[in-house]
């Protein structure tokens, strides 16, 4: 699971920076661009932190609420692409995606985290 964890923290983290890079010319409202640049800081430190977990181990304290939080990032990010979806007809498939990577990151996170 921990092998798991780190490829998608990776590809999340990598995921964050193309979500802060497309902001950079967005001509959007700018509480979406607080949102997708907010998600992608945090796809970012969550990747770091659980890189650092794998090379020297974090508190477990920390990650395993790191991890319940991108639980619930991702079920939430999931769900409001379900609801754009279903509003606006027009399939977000970036937000449904990402939402169920962070989901998966997090499960994964949790259920690697050495006992003992």
């Known amino acids: 699971m921990k092998v798991i964890s780190i490829l998608i923290s990776f590809l999340n983290s990598i995921f964050g920076v193309l979500l802060i890079l497309s902001c950079v010319s967005a001509?959007?409202?700018?509480?979406?661009?607080a949102f997708k640049t907010g998600a992608g800081i945090l796809a970012i430190y969550f990747g770091?932190?659980?890189f650092k977990d794998s090379i020297q181990p974090v508190s477990q304290k920390h990650l395993v609420l790191s991890g319940l939080l991108l639980v619930i990032i991702g079920v939430s990010a999931f769900a409001f692409g379900i609801h754009w979806s279903v509003v606006s007809?027009?399939?977000?498939?970036?937000?449904?995606?990402?939402?169920?990577?962070l989901f998966i990151q997090g499960l994964t996170s949790i259920l690697g985290i050495e006992t003992g």
């Open 48 to 50: 770091i932190l659980t």
């Open 27 to 33: 001509g959007e409202a700018l509480g979406w661009i």
């Open 89 to 101: 007809g027009n399939a977000k498939l970036t937000v449904l995606l990402f939402g169920g990577s």
